[in-house]
Every structure is written in structure tokens, then in C-alpha cells.
């Protein structure tokens, strides 16, 4: 399978722990975001990746949320003392930097419940 | 107002049906437009990207009207298959995707 694959598929944690997430994107893009989606609502933007470089952050991604992308491949999402309001449905996308750059594919998504 | 604007539905229409959804953006600046499909605990997965004034594929038509700042998504013959979310998107600059909170879809027998 050549799309983007997101490790754990789903995490259960307790408030005040930390997780850390892993996403490998499609193999020749160089473009890698993180969305976050809670129930009834559409995937919010966290943060893009143009190779190893964070180019943007949403006012979403507190200081408790840190993502990296350290060699341009995968990136790994953590979440610093998590909180019940952290629950939701992590996804990571890719898309090629160039042509239709816009076009982003979406990964199988990491369920994270906070208890 | 939000960003990108939805009806949340549900859409309950029978097999064969065609079936409207439309969506409105706030950003003129937008260039392109897609329709997502998103099932339930599933990844959303791309549908159909709008460039221009509209675009077709098969059974599915995508209607761009940058005046109004409106975009529509038209499904003919409709499918069992077909039951989903379809989360319309407006990218925000050249990064940044900006969804809606989805339509329903639900296709009975």
C-alpha cells in the first residue's frame, strides 16, 4: 500500500500523559499537514510541512502540541499533558509540492480518547 | 460566518435519485475547490478537485460560481454506495485546507 499511513490507529490515555503520533506520507510528496477532527465537524488544520521545514501552525496547536518532521519523510504529532478536550481524530495528509499541490491525501487518521 | 458554509442534512433520498448539495466560501482568494467523501470513522478521500467553473466525473457533477462564491456538488443515479459525508473544501492561500462541517448523505432502497 503506497498512501499515507498514520501509527497507532487509536490511543486511550489518561489526562496528564503524553502521546506522540506517527505519520509516513506518500512516498514522492514532499508537502505533509496535520488536521485535527472532532464529531460533526469537518478535519481543522494544525500544521504544514514543505520537506523538513514547519512552514505554518494554527492557533489550534498550543504549546502543549509539537510536531517534526526531522528528514522530510514521516513526521511524528506529540501532545504534551493531554487534556479530555484533546480527544479526537488525528489525520495526517501529503500532497507534491508543485502542479496540483493542492490535492492532499489523507491517512487512516490516529482515534485518540483522553480519559 | 464561518469559512466554508454547508447544509448538514441529511440527505435521504432513494437509489436513482439525484441529489443536490451546495456550499459557500468566504475567502474570494480561493482559486480551487474539492469535494471530499468521508465515511463514518474512515479518512475523508478526494471526490472531485474544481479548477475552473465546474467539473465532471461519471455520476458527479462539481459547479463552481466564483461571483456568488458558491459551489455545488450534483449526484445523479444515486447509489447505496454513495451514502457518506461530502465535506466541500476551499484551500486557504496554498496550504491550508479549510473544510465544512459536511453533508449527509443517506441513499435508501
Known amino acids: 500500500d503506497t498512501g499515507v499511513s498514520q501509527n497507532p490507529r487509536h490511543k486511550i490515555t489518561k489526562r496528564g500523559q503524553n502521546v506522540t503520533f506517527r505519520c509516513d506520507p506518500i512516498s514522492e510528496h514532499n508537502r505533509l499537514y496535520w488536521y485535527r477532527q472532532t464529531l460533526g465537524q469537518g478535519p481543522e488544520f494544525l500544521t504544514y510541512?514543505?520537506?523538513?521545514?514547519?512552514?505554518?501552525k494554527s492557533r489550534l496547536l498550543s504549546d502543549r502540541f509539537s510536531a517534526e518532521r526531522p528528514k522530510g519523510s514521516f513526521s511524528t504529532l506529540e501532545i504534551q499533558r493531554t487534556e479530555q478536550g484533546d480527544s479526537a481524530m488525528y489525520l495526517c495528509?501529503?500532497?507534491?509540492?508543485?502542479?496540483?499541490?493542492?490535492?492532499?491525501?489523507f491517512g487512516p487518521g490516529t482515534r485518540l480518547t483522553v480519559t | 460566518r464561518k469559512e466554508v458554509e454547508q447544509d448538514p442534512g441529511p440527505f435521504n433520498v432513494p437509489e436513482g435519485a439525484t441529489v443536490a448539495f451546495n456550499c459557500t466560501y468566504s475567502?474570494?482568494?480561493?482559486?480551487?475547490f474539492f469535494w471530499y467523501r468521508q465515511d463514518c470513522r474512515k479518512e475523508p478521500k478526494l471526490l472531485m478537485s474544481v479548477y475552473s467553473s465546474g467539473n465532471e466525473d461519471g455520476r458527479f457533477t462539481a459547479q463552481l460560481n466564483r461571483a456568488s462564491q458558491y459551489i455545488s456538488l450534483l449526484i445523479r443515479d444515486s447509489k447505496l454506495s454513495d451514502s457518506a459525508t461530502y465535506l466541500c473544501v476551499a484551500p486557504d492561500g496554498y496550504n491550508k485546507l479549510i473544510f465544512g462541517a459536511g453533508t449527509r448523505l443517506a441513499v435508501h432502497p
Open positions: 495528509a501529503s500532497s507534491l509540492g508543485s502542479g496540483l499541490s493542492y490535492e492532499q491525501y
Open positions: 475567502n474570494s482568494a480561493s482559486q480551487s
Open positions: 510541512f514543505q520537506n523538513e521545514a514547519q512552514l505554518e
